[in-house]
């Protein structure tokens, strides 16, 4: 079993810059590839980017390439992901999520879930 806990979460203006962070209580975290996820009110979950298990590999969406980036502290047990040149429709709330093995962009391939914290982006 994985605990994850989002925090960083802020109302903040087009163009700012936020760092999300997950704390994971496990301790294996090295064997959990990592993800962040966001959904937006009548939309679905959708993938924001990945991380593998010892941090060599990263996977973004569209998107985001370029402003997002995303990064893991194994000596904290912690997922980032840092926010450059927020958008309007960056807007949603954002989940961290673990699976074991490789990484991957599908929301049913994560097997434990954080409860989610909400970034709001000001134009």
């Known amino acids: 079993q994985v605990q994850l806990v989002e925090s960083g979460g802020a109302l903040v203006q087009a163009g700012d810059s936020l760092t999300l962070s997950c704390a994971a209580s496990t301790r294996t975290f090295n064997t959990y590839s990592m993800g962040w996820f966001r959904q937006s009110p009548g939309k679905g979950r959708e993938f924001v980017a990945a991380?593998?298990?010892?941090?060599?590999?990263?996977n973004y969406t569209d998107s985001v390439k370029g402003r997002f980036t995303i990064s893991r502290d194994y000596g904290r047990n912690t997922l980032y992901l840092h926010m450059n040149s927020l958008k309007s429709e960056d807007t949603a709330i954002y989940y961290c999520?673990?699976?074991?093995?490789?990484?991957?962009?599908?929301?049913?391939?994560?097997?434990?879930w954080g409860q989610g914290t909400q970034v709001t982006v000001s134009s």
């Open positions: 999520a673990a699976k074991g093995y490789a990484m991957g962009s599908g929301v049913d391939e994560y097997d434990y």
């Open positions: 991380i593998s298990r010892f941090g060599s590999i990263t």
